[in-house]
């Protein structure tokens, strides 16, 4: 059954969350989690920062980040506090104006969590967003060509009530965008009905992003906390080459 679940006759996939992605079960696993994880991860790799992620926002993420000699990521309500430059945090916003950290703890709920599941195994582990979009799947085609599957995994958020996946529209969106690549570069007879189905749905909403993503539920979530420069910034499309890799315990630069 796993096979049927896992996408697995075709060498391109589309899939949910932390199960999907152990599911999916691909040589190499791209995690979308645009608003805000992957975003924040792409452009703190572009500054020059090494990004662990980790699965828990709690004691257990302070000591972690001690332990790996490593700076934690704080609050986005407690990085915007200060008049001066902000600390870094999970807004990608303020991530464009700190002052860089050599290494950084970002724990998140989702993105972060499913990074850190996928660490031990064997799958290579990118991060994809909208402003990394294209190098993504130019990276993805490569492995493909190189005989190597590759899943596409949209995060979502978490209903506070039990903890249930949230289907997220933002990263349907990012891994659509991502897809998108290979539709054009021609590798549709490769991807799964899933996949194909992300990359239209990209297609048929690119013309509206910007409204999309501040009008979806996570871009109002954000702007009704006071954090709608973070959607902006997530929604500029290819406004990076960079693709961070997941290289022992932290993200860097795909080389």
């Not at 993503?213 to 910034?233: I, N, P, Q, W």
Request: net charge negative.
């Amino acid at each position: 059954m796993d096979e049927i679940l896992g996408q697995r006759d075709h060498a391109v996939r589309l899939d949910w969350g932390p199960v999907g992605a152990a599911t999916a079960s691909a040589d190499v696993s791209v995690v979308v989690d645009v608003l805000s994880f992957s975003t924040s991860v792409t452009i703190a790799v572009e500054r020059g920062m090494h990004v662990l992620p980790f699965a828990w926002k709690d004691a257990r993420a302070a000591a972690y980040a001690e332990q790996q000699d490593a700076t934690l990521a704080v609050g986005r309500l407690e990085a915007a506090r200060g008049d001066g430059v902000p600390a870094p945090s999970l807004s990608p916003a303020g991530l464009l104006t700190c002052e860089p950290v050599p290494r950084l703890v970002l724990p998140s709920p989702n993105g972060s969590t499913i990074s850190a599941a996928l660490q031990d195994t064997g799958t290579q582990v990118l991060i994809g967003c909208l402003r990394n979009a294209s190098a993504v799947g130019r990276r993805l085609a490569h492995e493909i060509s190189a005989g190597r599957s590759v899943a596409v995994i949209a995060a979502g958020e978490r209903w506070h009530q039990d903890d249930s996946l949230r289907p997220a529209l933002e990263d349907h969106l990012g891994a659509g965008a991502v897809l998108s690549v290979l539709l054009e570069l021609g590798y549709d007879d490769e991807m799964s009905p899933e996949a194909r189905a992300a990359a239209a749905l990209w297609t048929s909403t690119v013309g509206q992003l910007a409204a999309t993503m501040r009008d979806c539920v996570g871009g109002r979530e954000l702007a009704s906390k006071g954090f709608a420069d973070d959607v902006t910034v997530a929604a500029d499309v290819d406004a990076s080459r960079v693709v961070p890799v997941l290289v022992g315990d932290a993200f860097r630069k795909a080389g």
